[in-house]
């Protein structure tokens, strides 16, 4: 039998992207797209008729413009919503995705898309499902270029820890600069697939990339002799939490990126890090976005 999807658009201030996400992925949505047109973000996000009903999505509006007032930027915010078939849902938000190039190094493909073989770039193919991390978005192209600088020497040596993988496209990215080993975790098991789904289909060994549903707590269980590099694409409020726990998981001298938050979140995000032993090292910032490099300092 055919199910009918909800079609959930949002357009809003590129500011408020990264918490549309995580409303949208709460709410249980699938296949989420973005666009940016004329200096506003289109999101697209679908969920099964069958799971809400409208006075639900009615409620998911009203959210979305509580955080949208929190930033003033109430009047940059629009959510609509309709019915669409099965078939529509699941080929409409690919048509707005296309092979991202990410700095010199890297360019992420689609999976439906047949990469070019006249590249000496590293071919990164992702199907995201419903897991956040398809290249587009700032923060991931952030991490992805301090992952590349950061990995520039001797990578095979390196264990990095993915927190929040997502699609794995920073997991999968770093294995394919010449990383060692990946722990990944993420506490959607949704996400834990896609990675795994996205592993395969970049051929990485199985014994090079450790996937499970889980938070950086497990982790500190499993590895009580640290990483060398953490990384982290959440939202700065998450990352604050997370942080002791993201100190405790690293070795000293270890690395850590971080991204998720808005160029005026920088400076509480650091402080946190400061709290916790790191040295900031560098800011690099694309957009209202930026990315935090830190350096272990203290054990």
Known sequence: MSVNWWEIVVNCNPQLEETVYWRLDNFGCSGTAVEIKDGLCIIKAY????????????????????????????????????TVEEQDWANSWKQYW???????????????????????????????????????????????????????????NMVIADIGCGSGILSIGSLLLGAGKVYAVDTDILAVN????????????????????????DLVKMLPQ????????????VLIDLMAELSQLSKPKSWAVLSGLLINQAEQVSQSAKENG?????????????CLELYRVAN
Do not use: M
Request: aromatic content about 4%; charged content about 15%; hydrophobic content about 45%.
């Open 194 to 217: 896609a990675t795994k789904s996205n592993a395969e289909l970049n051929l990485i060994a199985p014994d090079s990339l450790y996937v499970a549903q889980g938070s950086a707590a």
């Open 47 to 82: 969920i099964a008729q069958i799971k809400v009903e409208s006075d639900a999505i009615v409620a998911l509006a009203d959210l979305l413009k509580q955080d949208a007032v929190s930033l003033n930027l109430d009047n940059q915010l629009e959510v609509s919503w309709s």
């Open 278 to 290: 790191y040295l900031v090292t560098a800011i690099a910032q694309k957009e209202p976005w930026c």
């Open 98 to 156: 296309h092979p991202t190039p990410i700095g010199l190094e890297l360019i992420v493909y689609p999976a439906w898309l047949t990469p070019s073989q006249d590249t000496n770039e590293i071919i990164l193919r992702l199907d995201p499902g419903s897991a956040f991390g398809t290249g587009t978005h700032p923060t991931t192209q952030l991490c992805l270029e301090s992952l590349t600088a950061l990995l520039l020497d001797h990578p095979e």
């Open 226 to 237: 640290g990483v060398d590099g953490i990384v982290c694409n959440i939202l700065a409020e």
